[in-house]
């Protein structure tokens, strides 16, 4: 004998619990057990951490098919970590927070198993841990059984109270008795795109769960967009369904067309209701999503971490519309790619591969791609194997601008390129990466330009635009990045290759006087295949300045009501409007305010950007300063002599102060350089300058490095910051390619 339970134990009773702290029913020989008793309609409510692992066969010791055929359960993971439990909204534990071995519980939740729904149709979540996924669910047969599963022990989960609440609501729907009266449709919930022209389908199942046979009227909501309702096999539009016996079901489709003209990124939800003409207040509903296209479409091809909410916070960050797309990985993962269709669909499109070391972009994927960039498409591919995966393809040299690469050069941080529109000088930024890093060091071809270089000094991403199309090729992943500075880069990025992103803002003078007059030049600029029509600009007056009356020039308008320039109207591939105006600074504003002058950009797509120009008032201005480097290619061993030329071209005396880290791959001989004015200093690490610039004054420094003669094929990358005193940084780079020793074999000619 033993004290298993066995079938007659448990028969009379209408509801069991089971409770398994640190085993399972199928690991202690029970699994058939629980199945012979929901078979004949019991009511079970089951807890344990380890159920999961052990009867889902996650252990390979064991396995039970009553954890699948009646639970309705998957485990993801053994250990889903030791969250709260939470309950979800309009099912039997909303409103319930239960924390992991709360104070007066039994504390002894060590893996709780993480799950999800197998059969969506018959069972659904009822509660999740807080960060991860799936922790409890109730599954139901029509007609039949009930069970409520806890992949947390309860006797580890909240206080005494909570338990007790959480016992209550899973014993009450337990014995709630089975409906005479009953309907369901699944999934409850489906989503969409449609491109245009052809409909979009769905197929949802229609379930009589009442113990009668019925039949149920099929309504649908008015709508701007046609939706109308069919059999499964959408031969014959329907308005009722046929009769269903008890528990019978019948496959019903749903039919949407958007309507002519519809926009860009504009959603339709409609709720299908079957409502059963035994009873007609008993309905069950499916709702349908569908959608037009937004202007990004975000391309999900990770393996074994997912990363895709840091790049959806930072486009939501940056309020840029998208929609995602998840590439599946198993062996019809080609199926799942996105087609040339849908992809030229969308103005921009985004495509990361996370840590993916095995299959990145197949070559049909390139192949893709690259018909979709020769009709105008932009790209951003962040990838950091995609070069060593893909084999090096012509994908990789003649569209994302790599001449060769070094995978043996992992990027931790990186610097914007001075004066790229992406890359704009930005400061060091760490790279933090969620998985290995496996990251390259890149070389571009001849018209491909350094977005970013890595602190080893070699560039990390490329961008490459010919006309009409652009792309942007980060070699590292983006989501090593910080939030707000995945946020940055990813957002100017999108800026660039948005069809208004060439569009530029420029002010003259960048310094004046109170009271005096700034000159502005605007270029809004369509770059992109398609026609604009319904590009738009918006440009407040800044604080601090007021309109010269009479001084705009171009199509665009100024509201003295909303003190804006606006202008909206079309704008044809290749073509751009020019506005200039003048702007009055306000008189005795204090020396050094800064005047930020935005002007907001967007087009019908939903993409939009802005451009800044920055003055500042009586002060000093070292942004004309130049930095200049004796060879652009040089050999192993060879002297480059760096020479700046520091002006300030304000209306004020800078104490100017310059901050030269020495180049990695070159050495500098501390005390070897020069100043025509100021004091310098250097190490072997570092050059340092200080001194006074007065209004209109320049200074020249110059210093010599040698290039290591060891390396070859890498650039020496110099990046300075010239602060003037005042606030204002000024970055200043150059850099030059080291380039490799040829050695020929020496023949002679017998004599």
């Known amino acids: 004998d033993t004290d298993i339970p066995e079938e007659a134990d448990l028969a009379p009773f209408d509801v069991t619990i089971w409770s398994a702290p640190l085993g399972s029913p199928g690991l202690i020989g029970a699994g058939d057990v629980i199945s012979s008793y929901l078979s004949i309609g019991g009511g079970l409510l089951l807890t344990g951490q380890d159920v999961g692992y052990w009867d889902d066969g996650l252990s390979g010791y064991v396995y039970h098919a009553y954890y699948h055929k009646f639970l309705k359960a998957?485990?993801?993971?053994?250990?889903?970590?030791?969250?709260?439990?939470?309950?979800?909204?309009?099912?039997?534990?909303?409103?319930?927070?239960?924390?992991m071995n709360g104070p007066d519980s039994a504390g002894n939740q060590v893996r709780p198993d993480l799950i999800d729904v197998f059969d969506p149709l018959d069972a659904s979540l009822i509660g999740a841990y807080e960060y991860s996924g799936g922790a409890a669910l109730r599954a139901s047969g029509c007609q039949s059984y009930r069970a409520v599963y806890l992949a947390a022990g309860l006797e580890g989960l909240g206080d005494r109270a909570s338990r007790a609440e959480v016992m209550d609501r899973a014993l009450t729907w337990l014995g709630t008795p089975q409906p005479v009266v009953e309907a369901s449709l699944a999934p409850s919930h489906q989503e969409s795109i449609w491109l245009g022209g052809t409909p979009i389908t769905y197929t949802v199942e229609l379930r009589n769960m009442g113990a009668s046979a019925d039949r149920f009227d099929l309504e649908l909501p008015p709508s701007d967009w046609h939706i109308t309702v069919w059999d499964?096999?959408?031969?014959?539009?329907?308005?009722?369904?046929?009769?269903?016996?008890?528990?019978?079901?019948?496959?019903?489709?749903?039919?949407?067309?958007?309507?002519?003209?519809?926009?860009?990124?504009?959603?339709?939800?409609?709720?299908?209701?079957?409502?059963?003409?035994?009873?007609?207040?008993?309905?069950?509903?499916?709702?349908?999503?569908?959608?037009?296209?937004?202007?990004?479409?975000?391309?999900?091809?990770?393996?074994?971490?997912?990363?895709?909410?840091r790049y959806r916070n930072a486009l939501e960050a940056r309020r840029l519309p998208y929609d995602p797309w998840r590439i599946a990985l198993d062996a019809a993962a080609e199926a799942t790619s996105p087609s040339l269709e849908r992809l030229e669909h969308y103005p921009v499109v985004i495509w990361f591969t996370a840590y993916d070391w095995h299959k990145t972009l197949t070559p049909e994927e390139e192949s893709r791609?690259?018909?979709?960039?020769?009709?105008?498409?932009?790209?951003?591919?962040?990838?950091?194997?995609?070069?060593?995966?893909?084999?090096?393809?012509?994908?990789?040299?003649?569209?994302?601008?790599?001449?060769?690469?070094?995978?043996?050069?992992?990027?931790?941080?990186?610097?914007?390129?001075?004066?790229?529109?992406?890359?704009?000088?930005?400061?060091?930024?760490?790279?933090?990466?969620?998985?290995?890093?496996?990251?390259?060091?890149?070389?571009?071809?001849?018209?491909?330009?350094?977005?970013?270089?890595?602190?080893?000094?070699?560039?990390?991403?490329?961008?490459?635009?010919?006309?009409?199309?652009?792309?942007?090729?980060?070699a590292f992943a983006l989501e090593a990045f910080g939030p707000d500075d995945m946020t940055e880069v990813l957002g100017n990025t999108v800026d660039w290759l948005s069809p208004l992103g060439d569009s530029t803002l420029a002010v003259s003078p960048p310094v004046a006087a109170s009271g005096s007059e700034l000159t502005y030049t605007l270029s809004i600029y369509n770059s992109g295949p398609r026609p604009l029509n319904n590009a738009a600009l918006s440009k407040p007056v800044p604080p601090s300045t007021g309109y010269v009356p009479g001084s705009l020039e171009g199509p665009a308008t100024y509201d003295p009501g909303t003190q804006s320039i606006t202008w909206a109207?079309?704008?044809?591939?290749?073509?751009?409007?020019?506005?200039?105006?003048?702007?009055?600074?306000?008189?005795?504003?204090?020396?050094?305010?800064?005047?930020?002058?935005?002007?907001?950009?967007?087009?019908?797509?939903?993409?939009?950007?802005?451009?800044?120009?920055?003055?500042?008032?009586?002060?000093?201005?070292?942004?004309?300063?130049?930095?200049?480097?004796?060879?652009?290619?040089?050999?192993?061993?060879?002297?480059?002599?760096?020479?700046?030329?520091?002006?300030?071209?304000?209306?004020?005396?800078?104490?100017?102060?310059?901050?030269?880290?020495?180049?990695?791959?070159?050495?500098?001989?501390?005390?070897?350089?020069?100043?025509?004015?100021?004091?310098?200093?250097?190490?072997?690490?570092?050059?340092?300058?200080?001194?006074?610039?007065?209004?209109?004054?320049?200074?020249?420094?110059?210093?010599?490095?040698?290039?290591?003669?060891?390396?070859?094929?890498?650039?020496?990358?110099?990046?300075?910051?010239?602060?003037?005193?005042?606030?204002?940084?000024?970055?200043?780079?150059?850099?030059?390619?080291?380039?490799?020793?040829?050695?020929?074999?020496?023949?002679?000619?017998?004599?």
């Open 369 to 474: 791609l690259s018909a979709y960039l020769d009709g105008g498409g932009r790209l951003l591919l962040s990838s950091q194997d995609y070069l060593y995966t893909s084999g090096f393809t012509d994908f990789a040299r003649s569209y994302l601008g790599v001449v060769r690469y070094n995978d043996d050069l992992t990027v931790t941080q990186t610097k914007g390129a001075v004066g790229h529109p992406v890359g704009n000088g930005l400061a060091p930024m760490d790279l933090v990466y969620p998985f290995p890093n496996r990251s390259d060091a890149l070389r571009p071809n001849p018209v491909a330009d350094t977005a970013f270089w890595g602190q080893h000094g070699q560039p990390v991403a490329l961008t490459l635009e010919s006309a009409p199309w652009k792309t942007a090729f980060y």
């Open 74 to 99: 998957e485990t993801l993971d053994r250990d889903a970590g030791r969250a709260s439990v939470v309950g979800l909204p309009g099912d039997l534990l909303e409103g319930l927070i239960l924390p």
């Open 569 to 751: 109207g079309e704008l044809q591939p290749d073509q751009a409007i020019t506005v200039t105006y003048r702007l009055q600074l306000d008189r005795q504003l204090p020396d050094g305010t800064t005047v930020e002058n935005v002007a907001h950009l967007s087009d019908e797509t939903g993409l939009s950007l802005e451009r800044v120009a920055t003055s500042r008032v009586d002060s000093p201005y070292l942004r004309g300063s130049v930095k200049i480097v004796s060879a652009d290619v040089s050999l192993p061993g060879q002297v480059l002599t760096y020479t700046l030329s520091l002006q300030n071209d304000g209306l004020q005396p800078a104490e100017a102060r310059l901050t030269d880290p020495i180049p990695v791959n070159s050495s500098h001989v501390p005390g070897s350089g020069w100043a025509s004015s100021g004091l310098l200093t250097s190490t072997e690490e570092l050059l340092v300058w200080s001194g006074t610039l007065a209004a209109g004054e320049a200074a020249t420094i110059t210093f010599p490095v040698v290039i290591n003669p060891a390396i070859q094929g890498f650039y020496v990358h110099n990046r300075a910051s010239l602060t003037d005193g005042w606030g204002d940084v000024v970055p200043m780079e150059t850099y030059t390619l080291v380039e490799m020793y040829l050695y020929l074999p020496l023949v002679l000619k017998g004599l």
């Open 232 to 309: 499964g096999s959408f031969t014959r539009e329907l308005t009722q369904s046929i009769e269903l016996g008890a528990c019978q079901t019948q496959t019903l489709g749903v039919e949407v067309t958007g309507p002519p003209n519809v926009g860009w990124n504009v959603t339709e939800v409609v709720t299908l209701t079957a409502r059963s003409q035994a009873d007609p207040g008993v309905t069950a509903e499916s709702v349908f999503s569908t959608k037009t296209p937004a202007p990004i479409l975000l391309v999900d091809d990770h393996r074994f971490y997912d990363t895709s909410d």
